[in-house]
């Protein structure tokens, strides 16, 4: 399963940095990354640190986006956190970036929100990109999904299936012909259809708050 799940969210890694880059380069320029777009400290040492690990002759900004972790870019929906220190600390939005670029990164998103009855929003947006964040995770990690699992920072747990629509669903957002190809191409459903359901396994999840997650970026 992990070995299925992992192949999904390799294409949707590369699909979200690319989308959500394409968004900030439209913004900002393409050195979004060497001003101050308002990104908090955490963030701040994330881009440094994948900046030193890049050779000096591929300081590029294809270089840098292709070394930053899902969780980089996860946590560039989230509410933002703090930068500096006191008495000159202060909070980032990052409702701002939303709004003001990195929505565009999601054109899929109103139309699937509405049709669930929903509110195409960042909060929204960030707790479908957390589930395959959490998904990606747990399977990197080679533990087991059998039971479902828990998210980072809450005491629910989330089936296999929950994961793999959240899987096809940020598909969705990011492009639509991006989410024909993965449901036909991923064999998570196949994995699925011979895996034994265990008595007390989970068949749905609580409700998700993604805001409440540790801000761990891998």
Not at 35 to 44: A, K, N, S
Not at 67 to 76: E, I, K, V, Y
Request: glycine fraction near 6%; charged fraction near 20%.
């Amino acid at each position: 399963m992990s070995t299925a799940l992992l192949a999904d969210v390799a294409l949707l890694e590369v699909a979200l940095r690319n989308a959500l880059n394409k968004q900030l380069v439209l913004a900002f320029g393409p050195d979004w990354y060497r001003q101050d777009i308002g990104l908090d400290d955490r963030t701040r040492s994330a881009l440094a640190l994948a900046w030193k690990k890049l050779p000096h002759g591929k300081r590029t900004l294809d270089d840098l986006v292709s070394r930053l972790m899902f969780g980089f870019w996860r946590d560039l929906l989230s509410a933002g956190g703090y930068l500096g220190r006191e008495p000159q600390r202060f909070q980032c939005d990052y409702e701002k970036l939303w709004r003001s670029a990195l929505h565009l990164a999601f054109p899929g998103g109103k139309a699937i929100a509405t049709a669930e009855g929903g509110r195409f929003t960042r909060t929204w947006t960030l707790e479908i990109v957390s589930l395959v964040h959490a998904t990606r995770n747990r399977a990197a990690h080679h533990e087991p999904f059998i039971t479902g699992f828990p998210l980072p920072g809450q005491h629910s747990r989330v089936t296999v299936e929950h994961a793999y629509a959240a899987s096809l669903k940020l598909a969705g957002l990011l492009d639509r012909d991006l989410a024909i190809a993965l449901a036909s191409l991923s064999s998570v459903p196949s994995v699925l259809s011979v895996r034994p359901v265990p008595s007390g396994a989970p068949s749905a999840t609580a409700d998700l708050d993604p805001e409440s997650n540790s801000r761990h970026i891998e």
